[in-house]
Nanobody, 126 residues
Framework: QVQLVESGGGLVQPGGSLRLSCAAS????????IGWFRQAPGKEREGVSC????????SYVDSVKGRFTTSRDNAKNTVYLQMNSLKPEDTAVYYC???????????????????WGQGTQVIVSS
Protein backbone atom coordinates (compact mmCIF):
# COMPACT_ATOMS: atom_id res chain seq x y z
CA GLN A 1 0.00 0.00 0.00
CA VAL A 2 1.51 3.29 -1.17
CA GLN A 3 0.12 6.22 0.76
CA LEU A 4 0.99 9.75 1.88
CA VAL A 5 -0.89 11.45 4.70
CA GLU A 6 -0.61 15.18 5.41
CA SER A 7 -1.34 16.65 8.82
CA GLY A 8 -0.69 19.76 10.91
CA GLY A 9 -2.93 22.28 9.21
CA GLY A 10 -5.22 24.65 11.02
CA LEU A 11 -6.19 28.25 11.64
CA VAL A 12 -3.43 30.73 12.41
CA GLN A 13 -3.16 34.52 12.56
CA PRO A 14 -0.98 36.45 10.11
CA GLY A 15 2.63 36.28 11.25
CA GLY A 16 2.10 32.96 12.97
CA SER A 17 3.63 29.56 12.29
CA LEU A 18 2.57 26.02 11.48
CA ARG A 19 4.46 22.80 10.83
CA LEU A 20 2.96 20.38 8.33
CA SER A 21 3.86 16.69 8.26
CA CYS A 22 3.83 14.25 5.35
CA ALA A 23 3.95 10.66 6.57
CA ALA A 24 4.62 7.86 4.08
CA SER A 25 3.61 4.22 4.24
CA UNK A 26 4.19 1.37 1.81
CA UNK A 27 7.51 2.76 0.55
CA UNK A 28 10.69 4.36 1.84
CA UNK A 29 10.41 8.12 1.63
CA UNK A 30 14.16 8.54 2.04
CA UNK A 31 14.86 7.34 -1.50
CA UNK A 32 12.56 9.88 -3.14
CA UNK A 33 12.27 13.58 -3.78
CA ILE A 34 9.15 14.92 -2.06
CA GLY A 35 7.28 18.07 -3.01
CA TRP A 36 4.78 20.29 -1.22
CA PHE A 37 1.97 21.91 -3.18
CA ARG A 38 -0.99 24.08 -2.32
CA GLN A 39 -4.31 24.89 -3.90
CA ALA A 40 -6.52 27.81 -2.97
CA PRO A 41 -10.20 27.94 -3.97
CA GLY A 42 -10.57 28.74 -7.66
CA LYS A 43 -6.83 28.57 -8.31
CA GLU A 44 -4.51 26.03 -9.90
CA ARG A 45 -2.33 23.80 -7.79
CA GLU A 46 0.95 25.59 -7.05
CA GLY A 47 4.33 24.08 -6.28
CA VAL A 48 5.65 25.30 -2.92
CA SER A 49 8.82 23.35 -2.17
CA CYS A 50 10.78 20.17 -2.79
CA UNK A 51 13.42 18.22 -0.88
CA UNK A 52 15.73 15.83 -2.70
CA UNK A 53 16.48 12.28 -1.59
CA UNK A 54 20.23 12.21 -2.25
CA UNK A 55 21.61 15.17 -0.32
CA UNK A 56 18.54 16.86 1.13
CA UNK A 57 18.87 19.98 -0.98
CA UNK A 58 15.70 22.03 -1.24
CA SER A 59 13.95 24.36 -3.62
CA TYR A 60 11.14 26.85 -3.02
CA VAL A 61 8.75 29.00 -4.94
CA ASP A 62 9.79 32.65 -4.68
CA SER A 63 6.76 33.67 -2.64
CA VAL A 64 7.76 31.48 0.33
CA LYS A 65 11.56 31.81 0.29
CA GLY A 66 12.86 32.86 3.68
CA ARG A 67 9.58 31.92 5.39
CA PHE A 68 9.09 28.20 4.68
CA THR A 69 11.55 25.36 5.28
CA THR A 70 11.12 21.74 4.20
CA SER A 71 13.02 18.96 5.95
CA ARG A 72 12.90 15.21 6.39
CA ASP A 73 13.30 12.55 9.05
CA ASN A 74 13.99 9.30 7.24
CA ALA A 75 13.82 7.28 10.46
CA LYS A 76 10.21 8.42 10.85
CA ASN A 77 9.54 8.20 7.10
CA THR A 78 8.23 11.75 7.27
CA VAL A 79 8.80 15.06 5.48
CA TYR A 80 7.97 18.40 7.11
CA LEU A 81 7.09 21.88 5.97
CA GLN A 82 7.81 24.53 8.60
CA MET A 83 5.84 27.67 7.74
CA ASN A 84 6.75 30.92 9.49
CA SER A 85 5.57 34.51 9.04
CA LEU A 86 2.37 33.25 7.49
CA LYS A 87 0.33 35.57 5.30
CA PRO A 88 -3.34 35.43 4.26
CA GLU A 89 -2.12 34.59 0.76
CA ASP A 90 -0.79 31.29 2.14
CA THR A 91 -4.34 30.08 2.79
CA ALA A 92 -4.85 26.84 0.85
CA VAL A 93 -5.09 23.09 1.06
CA TYR A 94 -1.52 21.77 1.25
CA TYR A 95 -0.50 18.48 -0.36
CA CYS A 96 2.65 16.40 -0.48
CA UNK A 97 3.62 14.14 -3.37
CA UNK A 98 6.46 12.07 -4.85
CA UNK A 99 8.53 13.36 -7.77
CA UNK A 100 8.24 10.68 -10.45
CA UNK A 101 11.48 8.83 -11.35
CA UNK A 102 13.71 11.56 -9.89
CA UNK A 103 16.06 11.86 -6.93
CA UNK A 104 16.66 15.60 -7.16
CA UNK A 105 14.18 18.45 -7.13
CA UNK A 106 14.31 19.41 -10.77
CA UNK A 107 10.78 20.77 -11.00
CA UNK A 108 7.81 22.04 -9.00
CA UNK A 109 5.33 21.20 -11.75
CA UNK A 110 2.47 19.20 -10.28
CA UNK A 111 2.11 16.89 -13.30
CA UNK A 112 5.57 15.48 -12.59
CA UNK A 113 4.51 14.21 -9.16
CA UNK A 114 2.46 11.23 -8.04
CA UNK A 115 1.05 9.53 -4.93
CA TRP A 116 -0.71 12.61 -3.68
CA GLY A 117 -1.96 12.78 -0.14
CA GLN A 118 -5.44 13.91 0.87
CA GLY A 119 -4.30 17.40 1.82
CA THR A 120 -4.44 19.47 5.00
CA GLN A 121 -6.17 22.85 5.25
CA VAL A 122 -4.22 25.96 6.24
CA ILE A 123 -6.17 29.15 6.97
CA VAL A 124 -4.30 32.36 7.74
CA SER A 125 -6.71 34.98 9.01
CA SER A 126 -7.10 37.57 11.74
Amino acid sequence: QVQLVESGGGLVQPGGSLRLSCAASGFSLGYLAIGWFRQAPGKEREGVSCISSRDGTTSYVDSVKGRFTTSRDNAKNTVYLQMNSLKPEDTAVYYCAVLRTKYYCSTLVADEYEYWGQGTQVIVSS
